[in-house]
């Protein structure tokens, strides 16, 4: 029985003519089997009232990444190409859930646009088209209709010598997927970088002095997690995080 409960915020999409609040099942999946937890999704409504009541039912938040992006004006960007898709419910929800989030210490697992969200909520600034800089890769996934191809593994990063990656995995390095054009431009105060990719741009980082778990990568680890040491072992470390905040909130209630 999982008695761990982990959030997830939805996006806002559009199914015809009307918008529903959604979650992509990968992440879904990878809470319940690889941080084997119980997960509930919160609904981008952006009401702070509502997102702190949600509080108290969860053991900690998986913010996942998506197809839109993070509107420019919450970290000082350049106005969006003409066609991005935003989600301003989305930022309008995430945004204050993140500061909620590390106020109280409630365990924090941040993928892609999450990776994204952290950095802006912090006073980071974000790079919108990573691969038309001088020295950087394209990170975005390559043209297929082959999930097996977007999602494959695509170039190696190097962690950081004093990393969570080495001591969770023993490892030095690891090949990821890329789906992504933005990128991190400047990281924000109080954040630690985890790994690099070759071009030099940050993949992962961790939140110092954080009073629980928070970690953010730019790759995406929910994607079968299972067949992935290093996806498995993030999962693993962010389970056992929300478990242990589980079991003090349960021996403060006795």
Request: proline share 5%.
């Amino acid at each position: 029985m999982l008695s761990t409960v982990v959030g997830i915020p939805c996006d806002v999409k559009m199914v015809g003519a009307l918008p529903f609040h959604v979650v992509g099942e990968k992440y879904i999946t990878a809470v319940a089997g690889g941080a084997g937890a119980c997960p509930v999704l919160l609904p981008a409504l952006g009401d702070e009232a509502m997102l702190r009541a949600s509080l108290s039912l969860l053991d900690g938040v998986l913010l996942p990444g998506s197809a839109s992006n993070i509107e420019p004006h919450h970290y000082g960007g350049a106005t969006s190409r003409e066609g991005t898709l935003h989600d301003p419910q989305r930022d309008a929800t995430t945004l204050p859930l993140i500061k909620l989030l590390l106020e109280e210490g409630i365990p924090l697992l941040a993928i892609c646009r999450g990776f994204q969200e952290l950095n802006v909520v912090l006073g980071g600034e974000l790079h919108q088209h990573v691969q038309e800089l001088a020295g950087k890769r394209d990170h975005r996934e390559v043209d297929s209709p082959h999930l097996e191809e977007m999602y494959g593994l695509a170039h190696s990063i190097t962690f950081a010598e004093d990393s969570c990656l080495r001591r969770w995995t023993g490892q030095s390095s690891a090949m990821v997927n890329s789906l992504h054009q933005q990128g991190i431009k400047r990281l924000a105060d109080g954040l630690v970088c985890e790994a690099v990719a070759e071009d030099g741009l940050i993949e992962a980082y961790r939140v110092s002095d954080a009073k629980a778990f928070a970690f953010a990568t730019q790759w995406h680890p929910e994607w079968q997690y299972w067949d992935n040491p290093l996806s498995s072992a993030i999962f693993t470390a962010f389970g056992d995080a929300c478990r242990e905040r589980r079991q003090r909130r349960q021996m403060a209630g006795k």
